[in-house]
């Protein structure tokens, strides 16, 4: 008797439609480091008078826009467009006082918590149900 083996049901091994999933949730995450990189670089354009940073927030924006764009077809448009914005929303807060003149309190640090929290709970609430042992 010949027993064969499905790899993707073999030990250690991830289920293809499991790899698209993790697949979809990095390109929305390089979605949302490019919304940061964007929001930055408008801020820096100053009104897009200055050619450097405007040039970065043009390459940010085709870069948020493509990656997003990939997420979406594998992660529901409410979940990713949530986790996206949740990303630059609490991504340019933290680093535009590290590029520009800008403040991070202790107040707007505890309500981004709150915004991670939210983007965590629904990266869980998105999750396939797991599959019984028994």
Known sequence: MTTTI?????????????????GAWAALLT??????????????????????WSAAAAVYFLGT???LSVALRRIDVGIGYAVWAGIGAVGAPVL?????????????????AV?????VWLKLADAPPRESDG
Do not use: C, H
């Open 6 to 22: 499905n790899p993707a049901s073999a030990p250690g091994t991830v289920p293809p439609q499991r790899q698209r999933r993790s």
């Open 31 to 52: 979605a949302g480091a490019f919304e940061v990189g964007y929001a930055l670089s408008v801020n820096g354009s100053d009104g897009f008078t200055d050619p450097m």
């Open 65 to 67: 826009l493509f990656f």
């Open 96 to 112: 535009g006082p590290v590029l520009f003149d800008e403040t991070l309190t202790l107040t707007k640090a505890a309500w981004l």
């Open 115 to 119: 915004i991670i929290g939210g983007v």
